[in-house]
């Protein structure tokens, strides 16, 4: 991951932090069953720190795939790609981008760029 990007996700975090403070944060929150206090505060440290672990190590699964370049070959739009697939244009940019999906998801693009279950690898190689 860039620096930017990790300083800019370092800055969310942050803001995050604030605002989960300004809202009483140390007096409970609501959507924590039993949260209060100093439990809470700490706990939620904890998460945001793991959050920024996370995002600093990279260690998200990646799936490098060939989707963006057989769509752009068959001059579709995402729009249209997502239409057939029966998913969403957020999911095809995420796809796009190697954001892992579930094997449906993979399954529905493979077939909506035309191509058969046995073109898997070509469009998603291991």
């Known amino acids: 991951m860039s620096p930017y990007l990790v300083a800019r996700?370092?800055?969310l975090l942050s803001i995050l932090w604030v605002v989960l403070k300004s809202v009483g944060i140390s007096r409970g929150f609501p959507g924590?069953?039993?949260c209060g206090g100093i439990d809470c505060d700490?706990?939620?440290h904890i998460i945001i720190l793991n959050l920024s672990i996370i995002i600093r190590s990279g260690?998200?699964?990646r799936m490098p795939n060939r989707v963006k370049e057989i769509r752009e070959n068959l001059l579709m739009s995402?729009?249209?790609l997502a239409r057939k697939a029966g998913v969403s244009p957020l999911t095809v940019d995420r796809v796009e981008r190697g954001a892992a999906c579930r094997m449906v998801t993979m399954?529905?693009?493979i077939f909506a760029l035309g191509l058969d279950l046995a073109d898997r690898s070509r469009v998603?190689?291991?």
Do not use: D, H, T
Request: proline fraction near 5%.
């Open 59 to 61: 260690c998200y699964k």
């Open 124 to 126: 998603f190689p291991e």
């Open 9 to 11: 996700c370092s800055v």
């Open 42 to 44: 700490f706990n939620l």
């Open 32 to 34: 924590l069953a039993g």
């Open 107 to 109: 399954r529905k693009i």
């Open 78 to 80: 995402k729009a249209e």
